[in-house]
């Protein structure tokens, strides 16, 4: 049972098109984010979402915007791509709440390539 | 601002010695967490440990182990009898509490178990 799940796996693409990554867990955690980690392996946060509130990093431009149908989901679509936005994409969910181990569970990465 | 430091871009280790992975944080916050996940050359994160700033003691899991020192802002990592599986990129990482527990990267480590 995959606990989260994004598809595409690869996604190769040319400058300007828009596209989508999608994000599921099955976790029934109330909190999704995604990350993005460039080709020297940084990463960075680019979103949270809960059922109240959305987060967006500042750094992150105007043409990504996540969607979230239902708890368990949070997609990320991106517009008029550019070389630069080719990366790997990482969703994560968490379970909000006091205590615990904070711990985020990862999908298993979109690598996202813009020619 | 938060910020995690990792000063060892790399590491070799001779299999079945032990290995400390370094990582100091920044943080104004008196309350905030900080884990170690791997990421081996397949791409997925995977969760290794997690100490929150008002544990008594050091986390412990299996064969790894974080020595928090939380007067020096220091959290290294400690694998314990390395195995050759252990080779991967290791990131420490900050939960960022004002912000829907995202996460604050460090650079990582490229960590190399020799036979």
């Known amino acids: 049972d995959t606990a989260v799940s994004q598809t595409p796996k690869y996604l190769v693409t040319q400058m300007g098109n828009d596209k989508s990554i999608k994000c599921e867990q099955n976790?029934?955690?109330?909190?999704m984010y995604w990350y993005k980690q460039d080709s020297k392996k940084f990463l960075k946060i680019m979103f949270s979402y809960n059922n109240k509130e959305l987060i967006i990093n500042e750094t992150v431009p105007n043409r990504f915007s996540p969607k979230s149908p239902d708890k368990a989901h949070l997609n990320l679509h991106i517009n008029s791509l550019e070389l630069g936005d080719s990366a790997v994409y990482f969703c994560?969910?968490?379970?909000?709440?006091?205590?615990?181990?904070?711990?985020?569970?990862f999908g298993p990465g979109t690598r996202l390539t813009v020619l | 601002a938060q910020k995690i430091t990792q000063t060892q871009p790399g590491m070799f280790v001779q299999e079945k010695e032990a290995v400390t992975l370094d990582c100091t944080y920044d943080?104004?916050?008196?309350?905030?967490?900080l884990f170690w996940y791997k990421q081996p050359s397949s791409g997925e994160m995977i969760f290794l440990i997690y100490?929150?700033?008002?544990d008594q003691q050091n986390a412990t899991e299996g064969r790894y182990s974080l020595n928090f020192q939380k007067a020096r802002k220091s959290a290294n990592l400690v694998i314990s009898a390395s195995q050759l599986g252990d080779s991967a990129m290791y990131f420490c990482?900050?939960?960022?509490?004002?912000?829907?527990?995202?996460?604050?990267w460090g650079a990582g480590t490229k960590l190399i178990i020799k036979p």
């Open positions: 990482a900050m939960i960022r509490e004002d912000s829907n527990y995202q996460l604050i």
């Open positions: 943080t104004s916050d008196p309350s905030y967490g």
């Open positions: 994560a969910s968490r379970h909000r709440g006091t205590g615990g181990k904070n711990e985020q569970f």
């Open positions: 100490q929150g700033s008002y």
């Open positions: 976790l029934g955690h109330d909190t």
